[in-house]
């Protein structure tokens, strides 16, 4: 239990580092790229969005972001959401909150009781 994504429905935008930096720790380059689609997996590596090869993107022994063996682009989790999803900025980070927090908390997908939504 983080704390990090209060359940309030206010998502404050002075903070947009601050949740960047929390995304970093709370993601991994995989979780974006299977999110967002991608074909392949953190072992063999992922289709490259930029130049379209297959199985070129390769993870970072940190696994916090991937490098295309052919083009040579660069991404982390957010650059790979912008890029497949063509997202601006706010919309990336947006995006991967959703993400963590379904990853943070398993989802109750066969509940229903939402009765504190409002
Ligand atoms: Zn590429």
């Known amino acids: ?21 929390a ?11 299977q999110a967002v689609g991608l074909q392949g ?5 992922w289709n490259c ?4 090869s297959g199985l070129s993107l390769k993870e970072r022994r940190d696994h916090k972001g991937a490098r295309c063996s052919v083009c040579g682009t660069g991404f982390d989790a957010l650059k790979v959401v912008m890029t497949v999803e063509r997202l601006g900025f706010p919309a990336a980070v947006t995006f991967l909150e959703d ?17 504190e939504c409002d």
């Open 23 to 33: 995304l970093k720790s709370a993601l991994v380059f995989g979780d974006a790229a």
């Open 49 to 52: 969005p930029t130049c379209l």
């Open 1 to 21: 239990m983080s704390g990090l994504f209060a359940d309030d429905g206010i998502r404050p935008e002075l903070d947009l580092s601050s949740r960047i930096e």
């Open 99 to 115: 993400l963590a927090s379904s990853e943070a908390e398993t989802p109750d997908l066969f509940g229903g009781d939402h009765d």
């Open 41 to 45: 997996s953190s072992e063999h590596g």
